[in-house]
């Protein structure tokens, strides 16, 4: 069935970049998504891509879809101590839209 | 503009016992998906409500059963509970058009112990 797989932890500095990558296995996959979640709390739509696009640009996030590998990843600029929480890369599978999700990755910002 | 509410936010209950989760959707959305998120994992689909009817379920058991009612509210209702039934239900709401029926939105979760 499907599948989406992400590394489970990633520790930056403040300021400095973050790349969250993540792939799938769906080859019919039509939207990808990037959720965030804070400690306690539910999970918050950050971006999505439409499979037919590369990249797309939401002020300080970037999201880039490699169709062929099945690879998605989010860079977040200039990441600040607010950014800390988990991010969930999510494939929306089969009609209705339904979303699989991979197991998060925890971002930790350290100054 | 209101976003996604759930409730109650905590709950602790007793193996064998039911429970009735609750959400309202996002003003404007007509379609509600519930998610099961155990301790450290992603969120599982669990099945998805639209007029009123079931219409996309995950592999979850008959234990776990739904209803949405017109003003599009929905329960969650999970029998004979487990202890593997702790975890954090998630009600996701989107609106049904072909725009924008991907986009979902999530409430803060209800957190179900069961001991």
């Known amino acids: 069935g499907e599948d989406v797989e992400q590394s489970l932890f990633l520790s930056v500095r403040e300021g400095d970049s973050s790349v969250i990558n993540c792939t799938y296995t769906?080859?019919?996959?039509?939207?990808l998504y990037w959720y965030k979640q804070e400690p306690g709390a539910g999970l918050q739509l950050l971006t999505y891509?439409?499979?037919?696009?590369d990249m797309k640009q939401d002020q300080r996030l970037t999201v880039l879809l490699n169709k062929k590998d099945k690879h998605l990843s989010l860079r977040i600029a200039d990441t600040q101590t607010g950014d800390s929480a988990i991010y969930f890369c999510?494939?929306?599978?089969?009609?209705?839209?339904?979303?699989?999700f991979g197991a998060g990755t925890r971002l930790a910002v350290h100054p | 503009d209101a976003g996604v509410t759930q409730s109650p936010t905590h709950l602790i209950k007793t193996r064998g016992q039911q429970v009735t989760l609750r959400c309202s959707p996002k003003?404007?959305?007509?379609?509600v998906s519930w998610y099961q998120q155990a301790l450290g994992q992603g969120p599982q689909f669990i099945f998805q409500?639209?007029?009123?009817?079931?219409?996309q379920r995950g592999n979850f058991p008959d234990r776990f059963s739904g209803h949405q009612f017109p003003n599009y509210s929905s329960e969650l209702n999970v029998n004979a509970l487990l202890l593997g039934d702790s975890a954090l239900y998630l009600c996701?709401?989107?609106?049904?058009?072909?725009?924008?029926?991907?986009?979902?939105?999530f409430g803060p979760g209800t957190r179900l112990t069961v001991t």
């Open positions: 891509i439409f499979s037919n696009m």
């Open positions: 409500y639209y007029e009123e009817e079931e219409r």
């Open positions: 769906d080859s019919s996959s039509t939207y």
């Open positions: 996701a709401s989107s609106l049904n058009s072909q725009r924008t029926a991907h986009e979902q939105y």
């Open positions: 999510a494939d929306r599978s089969g009609g209705y839209n339904k979303l699989i």
């Open positions: 003003s404007g959305h007509d379609t």
